[in-house]
């Protein structure tokens, strides 16, 4: 399931801190809801830092009833470099670290999951998408209990990461279909075997948001039809203690980075996308 950038870690960026304001907001609130929207995968993130006394055995008492499958335990992956102190002549040695993080429940239909982290919670639905009204209550009704139990200390991080797939005829122009694309030089094949742009922005206004947008090619899943992947990211990184962050606050912020995201993808395609997907 989809995190930001990472399932199991978010990408720190410094960016400024204080209350979030609806700069910009009526500008990007009258986006168009789309009959057929390409989501495949949608996940709404808030990253916090527990008190100490709140680890696995704890967390692993927070349960719904809705959500009875143990979809699988999430880890933190480090990669560590070091060498040794008897010998400093010595090559380097490597070795992975795995740090279980938690929990991640589904549905019996592993349509939504329910992650249970010691860095923070994740509401995943997977498709079809339904809308945001269902998919942002029932977030904040597993938010409730995450928070009943593992009783934060410091909200760092609330983000959303939407997935998109939009289907590309083969041989077909990207700009047919994107307003931003990577553009290959016209003397070189035309034919692309691997694909990979990824850009971050800093919202205009003092709201403190970012927007990651990420393209690359997905296996195919229809014939003659190239998977492109549209990647959009919205974060705010708040770094507050839990008791100076109101519940509205935080949905009133998840309203805001909605908007945010969904200017970002109307900025990206175009009409021919629009006319496929209504």
């Not at 094949?189 to 990651?212: C, D, H, K, R």
Request: aromatic fraction near 10%; hydrophobic fraction near 40%; proline fraction near 6%.
């Amino acid at each position: 399931e989809s995190g930001l950038i990472t399932p199991s870690g978010c990408r720190k960026s410094t960016v400024e801190r204080g209350s979030l304001s609806y700069y910009w907001l009526g500008e990007i609130m009258g986006s168009e809801t789309y009959r057929n929207a390409p989501i495949t995968e949608a996940a709404l993130d808030v990253r916090v830092r527990l008190p100490k006394d709140r680890g696995l055995d704890v967390l692993e008492a927070i349960r719904d009833e809705n959500y009875p499958v143990l979809h699988r335990r999430p880890v933190k992956v480090e990669f560590k470099v070091g060498t040794s102190e008897s010998d400093p002549l010595a090559a380097p040695k490597s070795e992975i670290l795995n740090t279980p993080l938690g929990f991640a429940y589904a549905t019996v239909d592993r349509k939504q999951v329910f992650q249970i982290r010691t860095d923070g919670f994740t509401h995943n639905r997977l498709e079809p998408y339904v809308d945001w009204d269902s998919f942002s209550q029932e977030a904040k009704r597993l938010w409730a209990r995450y928070v009943a139990v593992a009783r934060p200390e410091t909200i760092e991080i609330l983000g959303l990461n939407y997935l998109n797939r939009i289907l590309v005829p083969l041989g077909a122009p990207f700009e047919e279909y994107f307003r931003t694309y990577i553009q290959v030089a016209p003397d070189l094949p035309q034919t692309v075997n691997s694909y990979n742009l990824t850009f971050q922005l800093s919202w205009p206004g003092e709201e403190g948001i970012l927007a990651f947008v990420g393209q690359s090619l997905a296996p195919p899943v229809k014939e003659g039809f190239a998977a492109m992947v549209l990647n959009i990211q919205a974060f705010t990184q708040l770094n507050k203690s839990a008791s100076e962050v109101q519940e509205d606050d935080i949905w009133k912020t998840f309203n805001i980075l909605r908007a945010v995201k969904n200017s970002v993808f109307e900025s990206c395609i175009t009409d021919l996308v629009r006319k496929e997907i209504r």
